[in-house]
Structures are given as structure tokens and as C-alpha cells.
């Protein structure tokens, strides 16, 4: 995972995961929904960030397949998510190997992060191996990554347009 060294204040963060990364996350992600609602309102998410993170991973791993990066546009300056960058140009050939490009605002990646905690600490270690295929050092090295490649956020209540997906 590499995070854009390159960035003003102003601009997008973008985070950069392999294949693998993502499939890492995903596979947590789909536990999200085991979480109870009590759960979820004791670290500040509610069933409606888990509904958008789900159809949000869900629709990049649809069209993961031959990609060689997910390319993840962080913007804590909007109330909205960025716009999507624009589609790769060239051939078809090589747009399949062209990343894929998601959109997504700081307080709802800070909510995938806690989700992603919380589902590890909820299954413990046997159930999350048997649910996810991945043990727990294999899960926390891609979320230790995602959290420390972030830039710190202000909760700031926004529910809609927090992600896109190109």
C-alpha cells in the first residue's frame, strides 16, 4: 500500500493497494454485518456506512480481476466524494491491467477502519480465520497499513456521497 507523497493540502490523498491488500479488506468486510447494532454505534458507524462500504468494496472486486492496483481518492475537504478520475486511455488490452479508481471521503475510511477492528476483535482469531481465509497478523498488517497511510480526520457526520467507484 503506498500513499501519494506528492499531495498539497488541498488535494485528494490517494491510497494505492494491491490485488491482495484488497482482498484482504474485502474478506473482513464481508463480516461487517455480523457486528450488532450496539456494536456498531459504540465506535460511531452506523448500518447505513456498512450498507456503502459493502456495495462500495463489492463493486471494485467486481472488476478486480487482471488489475495490477486499486487506487483509493481520499478527500477530507469535501462534504461529498471527489469526483472519479478520469477512465485510463488506450486499449482495451491495456485498460484491463489499468487500475481501478475509488472515491471516498476521510470520515468513511475512518469508519472502515473501525469496522475492519471491530470485526477482527468480534470473531476472534479461530472464526475469523474460518470466515475470511486470513489469520489475524495477515488482516492487521493491511489495516495497520491502510491506518497509518491515512492522514488524521475529523468526524464530520456526513452520510451521503461518501464513496465512488469508477
Known sequence: MILNSNQSDRDP???RLSPEQFEVLFQVAKEFRSLPD??????GVTSDDVDRL?????SIRRRIEGV???QLHVDLDKTDAPPPPDAPAGSAESQASAPIHGAVTGRLLASWERLLDAAIVSLGPRELFLRTGYDEP?????????ARRR???A?????DGDMTAE
Do not use: K, M, Y
Open 151 to 153: 492522514p488524521p480526520t
Open 138 to 146: 495477515e488482516i492487521r498488517q493491511v489495516t495497520v497499513q491502510l
Open 13 to 15: 490523498v490517494i491510497l
Open 68 to 70: 495490477s492496483q486499486i
Open 38 to 43: 450496539l456494536r456498531l454505534a459504540a465506535i
Open 54 to 58: 459493502l456495495e462500495f468494496v463489492r
Open 155 to 159: 468526524e464530520s457526520g456526513v452520510r
